[in-house]
């Protein structure tokens, strides 16, 4: 049975527990989690043990035998030494798979650390040779747009905040799913704001520029009070600020909410308590939302809608439509408000 990749966290406890590899391959898309990683190997030595058994070699300007050399060194006055090879993405394959006869038989009081910050590595040779050592390669994968929340959640926590739900929706559609985005814009409110405080609308509208008035939160608002000229107010903000809103985003949160109706409407205890566990709801708030689209919304009409987020994500995306995505998404809205639930 094959062992189960590494993971973020999984590394970073076994460098906390002084359990190390002699080799490690760090690449893939997310360069927050690469970055972090790299932190914890630049820690792994004491500041005087670093003056003699650090090297930080950047790619492409160093080569390849050069960096075999320095990882075949021996620790002067330390267990180990620590070479990290950054912007590995930058070395041709062929370059990239000189490395392979190193990491075969890799030194055992070297660690050697290779990144490859935002693409996967290049080099058949040298992913054969990594694939038959005792190398941990862990590749940083994009997180999906709909973990994005949760994220940011964790991230102001750690910062000793709070946030309100209005001010996490407004977050997640100024950042995405850029986790480094994420952590530099909590990073500025923690900056900013007092330990303890909580993160309003009011504040991300002043420290980060997104509009408390136009976003996802106050579209989905609109939608399920059936508020068409607040909708539609929203749609020409969205349509005069591209960056705005990803559209991709904004079709996973309908979607998401349309989900959650249809799943109310035929939960087994449907009184307050009873649909704020069937959906997993946090707070009031959250479910005077589901509350206020049954009102608006029938499942019959819920089901043809959910068909029409469909069909718009897959035209958005150029498929059968030559529309641009606010004019698709201008008639989606028209749908919605006015979808007669015809199955």
Not at 26 to 53: A, Q, S
Not at 256 to 274: M, P
Request: a neutral charge; glycine letters at 6%; one cysteine or more.
């Amino acid at each position: 049975m094959a062992l189960p990749a590494p993971t973020f966290e999984g590394i970073k406890k076994s460098l906390a527990d002084k359990h190390f590899a002699p080799v490690y391959l760090l690449h893939g898309e997310e360069g927050y989690f690469i970055d972090e990683l790299v932190k914890e190997f630049e820690n792994i030595l004491t500041d005087d043990e670093k003056i003699f058994n650090q090297h930080i070699l950047f790619a492409p300007q160093v080569d390849m035998s050069k960096v075999i050399e320095l990882c075949k060194g021996i620790p002067m006055m330390s267990d180990r030494q620590v070479v990290i090879l950054k912007e590995a993405q930058a070395i041709r394959a062929d370059q990239l798979n000189k490395l392979h006869t190193y990491v075969s038989h890799p030194s055992p009081s070297t660690i050697f650390v290779i990144c490859c910050r935002g693409a996967q590595a290049k080099g058949k040779d040298l992913m054969a040779a990594l694939k038959k050592t005792q190398a941990v390669v862990f590749e940083a994968k994009k997180i999906k747009d709909y973990n994005a929340a949760a994220y940011i959640t964790t991230f102001i926590k750690e910062k000793g905040l709070t946030a309100d739900a209005k001010a996490l929706q407004m977050l997640v559609d100024f950042v995405g799913a850029d986790l480094s985005r994420i952590y530099n814009e909590v990073n500025k409110l923690a900056t900013l704001l007092a330990p303890g405080a909580m993160v309003t609308p009011e504040v991300v509208e002043r420290n980060i520029g997104v509009s408390r008035q136009y976003n996802s939160y106050e579209f989905v608002d609109a939608i399920g009070s059936g508020d068409a000229a607040r909708c539609f107010r929203i749609l020409a903000y969205f349509r005069s600020n591209p960056k705005a809103l990803p559209t991709p985003l904004l079709t996973s949160i309908l979607f998401s909410f349309f989900s959650d109706l249809l799943q109310a409407y035929y939960a087994a205890d449907r009184s307050d308590g009873g649909l704020m566990h069937e959906l997993g709801l946090k707070n009031s708030f959250a479910l005077n939302k589901i509350k206020t689209g049954m009102s608006h919304y029938n499942p019959f009409q819920i089901i043809e809608i959910l068909g029409a987020i469909r069909t718009f994500d897959t035209q958005s995306k150029g498929v059968r439509s030559r529309q641009n995505e606010h004019e698709l998404l201008r008639e989606l809205t028209y749908h919605i408000l006015s979808a007669p639930g015809r199955l």
